[in-house]
């Protein structure tokens, strides 16, 4: 569940239980709130640290109950973005969705124009390619500039389970914006991903690649291309039909066609408020 809190003051009042608006220099953040997955190794603890259980119902065999935990089993993991953009908000407010059939045409007219204009900084991206933040955190890399990447836990993940495990590989080489970029030339960084990034999360959390969940966003947030490595097991945000492309797929195709990704039309779900729903209202195309 995440929520966003528009006027707050600097810096974010944070696990205070309120977040207060103080006059003048007011920005909007977004914090989101998660519970995160259990850990198995707690579950026994949990069960005799509670420190109340209250019956709601019962019938037959069947139970509910309300279990409050003490506070060190009750983690919730808190992400920021402080100061966030107008941009950032529109992301994470709850508004009714419309998909949008992209044809190669419409991306070429319509959303690379607004994605030039209008996208979110990739700072953070470059920061990671650099050493200059998360260096620490990085699994895996191939410093080849033109074939190689960093694979790196996604901030969505805590590594402390494997049952929600989400990893990034972010390509090394800049400008290839997303799926819609891509021809027969990056096979070979593709492949790279595919293997080496597989090889890395195997040796490093033990899972194989038969239990990994490899994807391209279409539309992505941010327009560097990068792969989403998710736990096959687990529902990740981001992985329905409408957004996630498999990367053994997505290298079929390019197999097949090299200008696949500039012909076929693509499918993405757009939010009420979101611009590029009005480019393509606009343009007569939604
Ligand atoms: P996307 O498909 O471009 O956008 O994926 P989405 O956020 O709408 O899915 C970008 C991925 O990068 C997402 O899974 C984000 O959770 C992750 N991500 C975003 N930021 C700003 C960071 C960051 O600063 N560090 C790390 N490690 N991951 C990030």
């Not at 890399?141 to 190689?148: A, C, L, R, S, V």
């Not at 992985?239 to 197999?255: K, P, Q």
Request: charged share 25%; proline share 5%; with cysteine.
């Amino acid at each position: 569940m995440g929520f966003v809190v528009q006027g707050i003051s600097k810096p974010p009042l944070l696990g205070k239980g309120a977040v207060s608006s103080a006059s003048g220099d007011e920005t909007d953040a977004v914090v989101i709130l998660e519970k995160i997955p259990f850990q198995e190794e707690n579950i026994t603890e949990l069960l005799k640290k509670h420190t109340a259980l209250h019956l709601q119902m019962s019938n037959d065999i069947y139970s509910t109950y309300r279990l409050l935990l003490p506070p060190e089993l009750n983690e919730i993991k808190t992400t920021v973005v402080y100061p966030a953009t107008e941009k950032h908000l529109q992301k994470y407010l709850c508004r009714a969705v419309y998909l949008i059939r992209e044809t190669g045409e419409d991306y070429k007219n319509v959303t690379l124009p607004f994605i030039e204009s209008q996208s979110f900084s990739i700072q953070w991206v470059y920061n990671i390619l650099e050493k200059k933040a998360e260096a620490d955190r990085i699994i895996y890399e191939n410093p080849d500039p033109i074939n190689g990447f960093v694979l790196i836990p996604d901030f969505k993940w805590n590594q402390k389970q494997l049952d929600d495990l989400y990893l990034i590989a972010i390509c090394h080489r800049r400008g290839i914006k997303s799926l819609r970029d891509l021809t027969d030339e990056h096979l070979p960084l593709l492949r790279n991903i595919s293997q080496e990034g597989g090889e890395a999360i195997q040796k490093r959390f033990g899972l194989m690649k038969t239990q990994l969940r490899v994807y391209f966003h279409y539309q992505p947030s941010y327009y560097h291309l990068h792969v989403h490595f998710t736990a096959l097991s687990y529902d990740a945000p981001g992985c329905s039909v409408e957004r996630a492309h498999l990367l053994s797929d997505v290298m079929y195709n390019l197999e097949l066609d090299s200008q696949y990704y500039q012909k076929c039309p693509l499918a993405f779900a757009v939010r009420a408020d979101e611009p590029l729903l009005k480019e393509f209202q606009e343009a007569g195309k939604a």
